[in-house]
């Protein structure tokens, strides 16, 4: 933000006392900001104003004389004279109020807003006493679900236009409206079509009453029973969100304001995803493998309760013995992506420092390198965002995956003046508000963003038009650009993606927000859970001295990514496997891989919330703590940090990912040298070159985060971090004229184990089906919901196939762990991309 | 001090003999308590048999003693618990806690909860100290039940619901003794009040 000039300040009178606005503020918020609440109900600072309620009006003279006015519809103007408190004010305030009333049902005892609602509190504050109105109120049927999470009360409902708004205005999914005139105005969804918005939580937080409520908080406390803590949804955005628990259960999550990330806003998926915490199928102890009886004694074919001692004494026999005989490359681990930034460094110290293995992996082949991921440039969201400059799109659907970032891309793209440019295989949700949809076909990628970064744009590339080509090198030009980059599909392998990076990094001013999948995906490339590389964005090579001071040891060459650890496994160089809150069998690209890898392992120890198909099969379970059971901070593609913290206990004996890295090294006779999530900060602080500077009183304090690396000079001494240099190209594979390139995409309702734990969101995910134009379609003579038969190279599987036009013409599109056909079957990971054929049944 | 001062200070105790005896032999023989003693809660149910608590927490809002606990639920719509959407699905009060204050019983919207006259418990574990849901709610003649450990005497069971025992809503002194509705399992029915100002109009 520039600083405000005298042109931007408006001077206005308060109450009778002078105060700044600035040029363009409402009224509303210019008071709010110095200390004079006007209330409110139907203004929301992130939307629109409306004057939908009259709740805000106060007496203005505005020059030609003393008025009531709505001050959220009102924009400062020099020598405003503003009473909010005047007599008149005051019985304007009552009179709405008052009105409002008339039909508000008093059911507060039994309605879920009751204790932190607006509409009491403002009828408290500025209402009248008593009701003039005696006469029968309007009813409706008592709640009715207009989704499958949110239930929505009419006769509370006051026509605030808040949820509607939202859904029309912010997330562009405008299904629900006012109907009908007069007095029997109402939201409603249209008939047979309900509010099918991933992001509908949201008008449960915004609606001032209790006519919008959320399924899953139904009934389940009151507002005087909730404790709250300010925290960090450890998505790859970093949401702030607000924890709130009762009993020791975390009960609801909100979302928080934050004008770096989230706006407030949360996708269903995060916001209810807290149903899974207190599943009861949550892992509560240690399991070990052990005989039918339960005794934890010999090497049975159960898995049994034990205690933490003889759990963690076995994991380490098990590293030791793998150590004795196959030296540490025989140890791999794979996961961390969802511990918080501390663990996630334990962990690596754990790994690399003392176990003496490279082995490490945090993806699971649907990743791309940390040697390219932390060495590109990176910008902030809001920068990314700024009004002037471009968006180049390369990753998943943003709408399905990363919800908050889309609302954020969203709204830059209907009120900022930005491009956007989508590279991506097909099209996003954003629909029309991309400015150029250049979808290159999968393992073209590349040659498509070097065509557009040096200006040939004559001739067709990788399935994008010249007509694109042209447009999409007029959306960059003279703009700063930056690239949202990850797998869009992981039929299509990094390849062709660094590639493109390789090419947009020669563009003038470029710089780059890595958006992969896994909450805190951005931590752990940081922290060095991944080959090659150790903790601050260094690498083995740069790093290997300073670290080798500080812990005593590190490995000497590059280890196996996830793919390699697996077929290391397979060949039988890799005895003994952790799973760091990984699921290879679900979430491995090749899943005939990881079930022969995790059964080739002698033993697999596996650190988990819930019993995964990989958990089921694992030697050793370590139950964890999940989210809002232990602190710590996290990391976002933006590299800011934020705070995580505790609000309930972890079920049974479960305990914090970094406890159980410091037990394991200590039962392997090693000591990390750590002993809470400060320390272990302290020392990422102390070494790691990208975090010199942000210490954790910096991270708790800051509202918004902090961004690494910081901006001075604290690092100077430390290794250099790793630095970009562009691989050989990818070969381009040529098209196969009879087959389909296959997508193989993410949807946020799937088979994962949080959406599958949680009661209303389990049901959500759809059948996997294949989608492709309806002219390929029409070619093969497949209709909407025919049996199709898909054949690639490896394997073919059978599922229902939908005609869509938003797929381009000669590419097909599944989505990835769905229930029915499993994708993942016909992607070989040798090759750059799938082609399938599909045959009707 | 003169002799006659002693005499004159027994003369206060002989007189007292004969007057009638204030003492009772308790527990063999008990006194009349008063009409409003705060003792024992009671969940109170309507006519009809349903449960006049609506599982609204207002009551362990308020408690000073921390020792309501209540979660409601949705009323299933088949066989719904109490009139309305939410039931009190939970409800546990900890006698080793409570300070009868009766805060609770002005605090309920649907004066389920109401004070009986009995104190005199003498439970021996904390299980029978928390009083569960089960436990609180009159029986089917709207009377308190009676626990294995609850000294109750006769005619000590009556006059607990809400319909004697209401105090003043809302703090308003010409609503006293007055009750908002009607319908009181073992007391009958009452008109209910109409309007809302609690004036003569009403
Ligand atoms: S449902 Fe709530 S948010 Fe929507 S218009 Fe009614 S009061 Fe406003
Ligand atoms: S009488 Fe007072 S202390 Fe006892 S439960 Fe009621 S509010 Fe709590
Ligand atoms: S007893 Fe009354 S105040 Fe307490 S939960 Fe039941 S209805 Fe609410
Ligand atoms: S807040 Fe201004 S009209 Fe509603």
Redesign the pocket.
């Known amino acids: 933000m520039t600083a405000p000039t005298d042109a931007d300040v408006v001077p206005v009178t308060v109450n009778g006392v002078e105060v700044e606005a600035n040029a363009g503020e409402l009224l509303i918020d210019a008071c709010e900001r110095n200390g004079v609440y006007i209330p409110r109900f139907c203004h929301h600072p992130r939307m629109k104003p409306v004057g939908m309620c009259r709740m805000c009006l106060v007496e203005v003279d505005a020059g030609r004389g003393a008025s009531l006015q709505p001050s959220c519809m009102l924009p400062c103007t020099p020598g405003m004279i503003v009473d909010t408190e005047s007599d008149l004010t005051k019985k304007a305030q009552d009179g709405v109020l008052e009105f409002l009333l008339i039909n508000h049902p008093l059911d507060c ?1 039994v309605c879920d807003k009751g204790g932190e609602c607006p509409l009491q509190d403002q009828t408290m504050a500025y209402g009248p006493g008593e009701s003039r109105f005696v006469e029968e109120k309007r009813h409706y049927e008592k709640p009715i679900p207009i989704s499958d999470t949110v239930y929505l009360d009419r006769e509370r409902c006051i026509l605030c236009d808040r949820c509607t708004r939202f859904a029309s205005e912010v997330a562009g999914d405008p299904l629900i409206h006012f109907q009908d005139r007069g007095s029997q105005t109402q939201v409603n969804t249209f008939p047979d079509e309900p509010f099918a918005s991933y992001f509908s939580g949201n008008t449960v937080q915004i609606c001032p009453v209790g006519a919008l409520t959320a399924k899953p908080y139904r009934f389940k406390a009151r507002p005087w029973d909730l404790e709250e803590v300010d925290s960090t949804f450890p998505n790859p955005m970093g949401d702030r969100v607000n924890v709130q628990s009762s009993r020791d259960r975390v009960l609801r999550i909100q979302g928080v304001d934050s004008d770096a990330t989230n706006w407030g806003w949360l996708t269903d998926r995060d916001r209810f995803s807290f149903e899974a915490l207190s599943h009861d199928q949550r892992l509560v102890t240690p399991l070990v493998r052990g005989d039918s009886l339960g005794n934890a004694t010999d090497d049975g074919d159960e898995l049994v309760a034990t205690s933490w001692a003889v759990a963690v004494e076995r994991a380490a026999s098990a590293i030791t013995a793998s150590l004795e005989a196959g030296g540490a490359e025989s140890i791999g681990v794979i996961g961390g992506a969802n511990l918080t930034t501390e663990a996630q460094y334990v962990w690596a110290k754990l790994a690399k420092g003392v176990i003496g293995t490279d082995n490490v992996d945090a993806q699971l082949g649907d990743g791309l390198p940390a040697q390219v991921v932390t060495a590109l440039p990176r910008n902030t969201i809001s920068d990314a965002m700024a009004p002037g400059s471009a968006v180049v799109l390369l990753v998943d659907d943003p709408k399905e995956q990363f919800g908050t970032l889309f609302l954020r891309l969203r709204h830059a793209a209907v009120e900022g003046d930005i491009t956007i440019v989508e590279l991506s295989p097909i099209a996003s949700g954003l629909g029309s508000l991309v400015t150029v949809g250049a979808h290159a076909r999968p393992g073209d990628v590349g040659a498509v963003a070097r065509a557009i970064v040096d200006g040939r744009t004559d001739v067709e590339v990788g399935g994008v038009e010249p007509a694109e080509l042209q447009a999409a090198a007029a959306a960059l030009a003279a703009r700063a650009v930056t690239v949202i980059v990850g797998r869009p599909s992981v039929a299509e392998q990094a390849g062709p993606i660094i590639d493109a990076i390789a090419a947009f990094t020669e563009l003038e001013s470029v710089s780059f927000l890595p958006l992969l999948r896994r909450g805190n995906i951005s931590g752990a490339l940081d922290m060095g859970l991944t080959p090659g590389m150790l903790p601050g964005r260094t690498t083995l090579a740069e790093g290997g001295e300073w670290y080798r001071a500080a812990w005593g040891t590190v490995p000497a060459d590059s280890g196996l990514d996830t793919a390699g650890m697996l077929e290391a496994a397979v060949d039988g160089s890799l005895t003994t496997l952790v799973l760091l809150g990984a699921d290879p069998l679900a979430d491995f690209p090749d899943a005939d891989l990881a079930s022969r890898g995790l059964a080739a392992c002698r033993t697999v120890i596996a650190v988990d919330i819930f019993a995964s198909s990989s958990v089921a099969n694992a030697d050793v379970v370590l139950p964890a703590a999940g989210f809002a059971e232990g602190a710590g901070t996290h990391t976002n593609l933006e590299g800011r940090l934020s705070p995580l913290m505790q609000k309930v206990n972890p079920p049974g004996t479960a305990r914090a990912d970094w406890l159980i890295a410091a037990e394991l090294a200590w039962a392997l006779r090693a000591d990390l040298g750590i002993e809470s999530p400060e320390s272990a900060w302290a020392e990422i602080e102390r070494l790691a070159p990208s975090h010199a500077g942000a210490t954790v009183e910096q991270v708790r304090a800051a509202h918004d985060g902090l961004v690494i690396p910081r901006p001075d000079d604290a690092g100077a001494d430390r290794p250099a971090m790793v630095s970009f240099s562009a691989p050989v190209p990818t070969e381009i594979v040529p098209v196969d004229g009879y087959a389909l390139r296959l997508v193989a995409d993410r949807r946020l309702y799937d088979q994962g184990t949080i959406v599958q734990h949680c009661a209303s969101m389990a049901h959500q995910s759809d059948l996997a089906r294949i989608s492709m134009h309806p002219l390929d379609a029409a070619a093969l003579g497949v209709r909407d919901g025919d049996l199709v038969r898909v054949t690639s190279a490896r394997a073919s599987i059978e599922l229902p196939a939908r005609p869509d036009r938003c797929v381009p013409r000669g590419r097909a599109v599944i989505p990835l762990n769905r229930a029915g056909a499993d994708v993942r079957a016909l992607i070989d990971l040798a090759t750059v991309v799938t082609d399938v054929r599909v045959a009707t049944l | 001090m003169g002799l006659l001062d002693s005499v004159r200070g027994f003369g206060l105790t002989f007189g007292k003999l004969f007057d009638e005896r204030v003492t009772t032999e308790y527990p063999a023989e008990k006194r009349e308590k008063s009409e409003r003693l705060h003792g024992r809660h009671v ?1 109170n149910r309507y006519e009809d048999g349903m449960e ?9 809002g308020v408690c000073p003693a921390n020792c ?1 606990y ?1 979660r ?1 639920q949705d009323n299933p719509a088949d066989d719904p618990v109490s009139p309305g959407e939410r039931f ?1 699905f939970v ?1 546990e009060i900890n006698y080793l806690r409570c300070i009868h204050c009766d805060l ?1 019983v002005e ?7 109401t004070e009986s006259k009995l104190f005199e418990f003498s439970f021996t574990s904390r299980d029978d100290a928390i009083y569960t849901k089960d436990e609180l709610l009159v029986g089917d003649d709207g009377k308190p039940q009676q626990l294995p450990w609850e000294d109750w005497r006769d005619g000590e069971d009556q006059h607990t619901s809400a319909w004697m025992r209401a105090t003043a809503p809302s703090g308003d002194a010409s609503y006293e003794g007055r009750v908002a509705w009607a319908g009181e399992l073992g007391y009958g029915t009452r008109d209910p009040e109409v309007g809302q100002s609690g004036g003569d109009g009403d």
């Not at chain 2, 605090?107 to 909860?113: F, G, L, M, R, S």
Request: proline fraction near 8%; charged fraction near 10%.
């Open positions: 005892p | 969940l006049k608590c609506i599982g609204c927490e207002l009551c362990a309501i209540v409601g009190g409800y609770c605090a309920c919207p649907t004066e389920a909860i």
